[in-house]
């Protein structure tokens, strides 16, 4: 059952996506829904302390400690990129 669902967005970037949806033949209710699906989908299937496929893909390709956070790390790295 679909259900309507009001949200706030700025102006740009509905815009943007709205024509990202066209570009892509799809509508932008669709395109959203599927991104929610996606999220909700990720954290009921994988455990809090399993990798990415990303990061699991680059297993044993370099050493790191029994105690890395790897979600802290990226953190603080990407803070130290953008901020």
Avoid: C, H, W
């Avoid at 949806?21 to 299937?45: P, V």
């Avoid at 302390?49 to 390709?61: A, D, R």
């Amino acid at each position: 059952m679909n259900t309507k669902l009001t949200l706030t967005i700025e102006k740009e970037v509905i815009d943007q996506a709205k024509k990202y949806a066209r570009e892509k033949n799809r509508s932008l209710s669709d395109i959203i829904e599927n991104y929610l699906k996606t999220l909700t989908e990720r954290k009921e299937k994988r455990p809090e302390n399993e990798f990415n496929p990303l990061v699991k893909s680059l297993k044993g390709s370099f050493k790191m400690p029994e105690n890395l956070d790897y979600r802290d790390e990226l953190q603080k790295r990407l803070e130290q990129k953008y901020l």
